[in-house]
């Protein structure tokens, strides 16, 4: 089992819509979460750090479940610019390895 | 404008031959990171520096090789031991994790360099 896992999609919604992108992950261990968004042929850039308590940032919301092990994305009013694909990231605190663990990654498509 | 940079953005070598790729970045951050994406799959981890004069090998850092001679730079050198060196390389850098707790600083990535060997 990956330690991050994530549904490939793609998911293709209208203009408007509403979406949301869960992600497990199977190391109790992990303490920090983040959503990184990746362009097609471009590096990742980070989205949005995911706080215990949930955090929003505009028509983002991500929010942690410790107790069932996922973080999840939402985005209202999805946009055009929307379009891209979604990383969610573990960190692992174990040891000297510090270090993120990558989920495989949401394709999202906003068509109008 | 401070950032990293990556260079070149696409390379084209022969079998067998090494190349090193270049990161530069003006964030003053002291981790430096160096990832290979494949399609169909997640980031992966090949080589990381934490400090100047010292780094630690990544998940897959067979066929690799880096140097942090300088707080800016992290080169990474393919070697023709790596058998499988088509890839996207991402650089990244980022403020040290603390050395307690779970504290983490986001990693800002470079533009990445497309590696073709022929």
């Known amino acids: 089992r990956k330690e991050v896992e994530q549904d490939p999609g793609p998911f293709n919604v209208p203009e408007g819509a509403t979406v949301a992108f869960n992600c497990t992950y199977s190391?109790?261990?992990?303490?920090?979460f983040f959503w990184y968004r990746q362009d097609c042929r471009k590096e990742p850039k980070l989205l949005m750090s995911?706080?215990?308590?949930?955090n929003e940032d505009g028509r983002f919301t991500a929010q942690l479940n410790r107790a069932s092990q996922y973080i999840s994305l939402l985005i209202r009013d999805s946009k055009l610019s929307d379009s891209a694909t979604y990383l969610c990231?573990?960190?692992?605190?174990?040891?000297?390895?510090?270090?993120?663990?990558w989920g495989l990654g949401t394709s999202l498509a906003v068509n109008p | 404008d401070g950032g990293i940079t990556q260079s070149p953005k696409y390379l084209f070598r022969k079998e067998g031959q090494n190349v090193t790729l270049s990161c530069e970045q003006n964030?003053?951050?002291?981790?430096m990171y160096w990832y290979r994406q494949d399609p169909g799959q997640g980031l992966r981890l090949i080589y990381y520096?934490?400090?100047?004069?010292?780094?630690q090998k990544g998940d897959i850092a067979e066929g690799y090789s880096v140097s942090r001679e300088k707080k800016e730079s992290f080169p990474l050198t393919v070697t023709s031991a790596q058998k499988n060196p088509t890839a996207f390389y991402l650089c990244?850098?980022?403020?040290?994790?603390?050395?307690?707790?779970?504290?983490?600083?986001?990693?800002?990535f470079g533009p990445g360099t497309r590696l073709t060997v022929l």
């Open positions: 990244a850098s980022s403020l040290p994790t603390s050395s307690g707790g779970s504290s983490y600083n986001e990693q800002f």
């Open positions: 520096s934490q400090i100047v004069n010292d780094f």
């Open positions: 190391n109790s261990a992990s303490q920090s």
């Open positions: 990231v573990g960190f692992d605190p174990a040891g000297n390895n510090r270090k993120l663990i």
């Open positions: 964030l003053n951050h002291d981790a």
């Open positions: 995911v706080y215990s308590s949930g």
